[in-house]
């Protein structure tokens, strides 16, 4: 699977929109990019996935490059229960594990 | 509905012991999954499993990690001769199984090992 690389950390303000970067330059044509948080003393919880166009859910938006070699996850307004390490990785079709990196640890200021 | 549930939450054990981590997936979900999580890192895949047979093990780091899931369900997963190196909290997920395309997994809360 392709390897991510996200920034160590984030801050942001409450109420003011995220966005926060993954790169995967070696990404393939059939990868799923996957997002996924932990919050503190918790499992990971699933945030959105895409392929190759920009997706929107309840949670966030995921704003997929044209190349592919990036994407964005944008939180449109964070709240301070979006405090978490966010994951970004990225899956080839069939198969069904996750390499998690490190994450962007993400605070959020009140 | 319920989620994915672990048992114990927390276990402390001494070096050399032996200790069974449970998983109760959701209802329904066919893939269960077993990561360990050490402090400060990211979630490190253990096992999977599709139905009762362990469809990839290649994340066990050794013969003294073994887990089974004997009718498709609930899983446990088994530790021999326990090692410090061995703490860490142990998370389950489950998921649907579908031919293609990626699966959502749910997470349980881990329990967390500790080997003295």
């Known amino acids: 699977d392709a390897k991510t690389t996200q920034p160590n950390s984030m801050e942001s303000n409450e109420e003011e929109p995220v966005h926060l970067p993954c790169n995967h330059s070696t990404i393939s044509g059939t990868d799923y990019i996957h997002w996924y948080r932990q919050l503190p003393s918790q499992g990971p919880e699933y945030v959105i996935h895409g392929l190759t166009s920009n997706v929107n859910n309840r949670m966030a938006s995921l704003a997929i490059a044209e190349d592919r070699k990036s994407s964005t996850l944008i939180l449109h307004r964070a709240t301070l229960r979006d405090a978490a390490v966010y994951y970004c990785?990225?899956?080839?079709?069939?198969?069904?594990?996750?390499?998690f990196g490190t994450g962007t640890r993400l605070k959020v200021l009140a | 509905g319920a989620g994915v549930s672990q048992t114990p939450s927390n276990k402390v054990t001494e070096k050399g012991k032996y200790v069974e981590l449970r998983c109760d997936p959701i209802?329904?979900?066919?893939?269960l999954y077993w990561y360990r999580q050490s402090l400060g890192q990211g979630p490190e895949f253990l096992i999977y499993?599709?139905?009762?047979?362990?469809?990839?093990d290649s994340g066990l780091p050794n013969d003294r990690f073994f887990a089974v899931r004997p009718e498709g369900s609930v899983s446990t997963l088994k530790i021999q001769r326990t090692e410090r190196g061995d703490s860490a909290v142990y998370l389950c997920?489950?998921?649907?199984?579908?031919?293609?395309?990626?699966?959502?997994?749910?997470f349980g809360p881990g329990t967390r090992l500790t080997v003295l």
């Open positions: 990785m990225v899956t080839t079709s069939g198969t069904y594990k996750y390499i």
């Open positions: 499993f599709q139905g009762t047979g362990a469809a990839d």
């Open positions: 209802s329904g979900h066919t893939a």
């Open positions: 997920a489950s998921s649907f199984h579908t031919s293609g395309g990626p699966n959502e997994q749910f």
